[in-house]
């Protein structure tokens, strides 16, 4: 990992921070109340993290070496430095804002503004880092240049930027995370992987279902369905309400009876396989409408997903949930059954991934959830699949599903009546009018 990609990956944590508070200023100008110590929490990581150490390391490694070799910079970086200096000052003026708005000496509307304010000037620069600065250094530097800046940046014992610094600015986010008023998990962007995963072959398939039926009653729900999915294909299964999906999902995992068809899973035959059986050889389900046990605690529910597991490699698998989802971490021991829905379907998908699945389904992770928390999920399916991961992502969300997606199947009563990679079916006119509302 270079100096650019760290530079790049907190650009993208502030703005997802941004984000948040944006969202949170909309809430509070509906009404909502002003929570002091959550905005604490994002003005000491922005004052701890980005005024101290990030602003400071690109001003004396990245933003020298670049006037150095490219005059034409001069101009940007002028106005970026002038922000860094201006940064603390802007940020104690904020601060005092929020304590006048939480002891009613500012209207939460007037709040709103100020915040919306401080967010825009903060993607703006951010926007002009990620579009001028960053692409023209890739241009100008020289072999050397980049050998010093990428050894201030990867300097793990430098005070600021080091592990312990690191360690610390996590904890800061980890306390953003636990006191925003809805949770946008803002984490996953470093989960690891939860065991070594193969390199990709699109030659071996993994999973082959050919004329599966399924049937409540007399109603026959699944009429034929054949389909497969590849060793590292995330695969996407959309349609409208009605039309199959869940029932495909459980009869696939052995939930639901199969009246006709047969399933393959990694060339075996488990048509006739019992559910738990099917979770033993790593088809591991997050089900729809999150189904966590409430009573129980967020970590006793990460233990019941990797029941099959050896005792030895749990823990460890579940501090890198606890990576993936900081919020989880956070309340691990209070009952699920106080999380919001968002965090719900973290520790849903978190339970799934105790398994340690070699095909991982995913049904209807977003649904019930706001937008920006609908983001954060599928950043976190987008990082799953970077890893290697093989999914079956079943997604009502058509646009979000098909985009990520490597192929896609529609489903439409029961029926699999269309076919093709995920741009393939975003571009078809067919799918545009039934699904994505184009």
Known sequence: ????????????NLWRLAATVDQVAGEIEAGAPVEQPFFNAVFDYIEQFVDRSHHPKEDDFLFRLLRLRSLEANAVLDSLQIEHRDGPAKLTTLRNK????????????QLATELRNYTAGLKSHIRTEEKDILPLARTVLLEADWAEINRAFLDNADPLFGDKAKEEFRQLFHRIVSLAPESVGLGGSSAGTLQPLPERSKAEVQLRVEGMESCYGRIKALKGISLEVRR???????GANGAGKTTFLRTLSGVQPMSAGSIHFKGQDISKMRSDK????????????????????IEDNLRLGAYTQPRDQVDGDMEKIFTMFPILKEKRALPAGTLSGGQQQMLAIGRALMGR???LLLDEPSMGLAPLLVEEVFNVIRMLKSKGMTILLVEQNAFAALAIADRGYVLETGNVTITGTGQELISNEQVRAAYLGM
């Open 278 to 297: 099917r979770m033993r050889l790593g088809i591991c389900q997050s089900p729809e409408g999150r189904q966590v046990f409430g009573p129980l605690s």
């Open 232 to 238: 590292g294909e995330t695969v996407a299964l959309v």
């Open 357 to 359: 699945p070699t095909l």
């Open 98 to 109: 929020v304590t006048q708005a939480s002891t009613g000496q500012l209207s939460g509307g």
């Open 1 to 12: 990992m270079d100096a650019l990609t760290l530079i790049s990956q907190d650009h993208s």
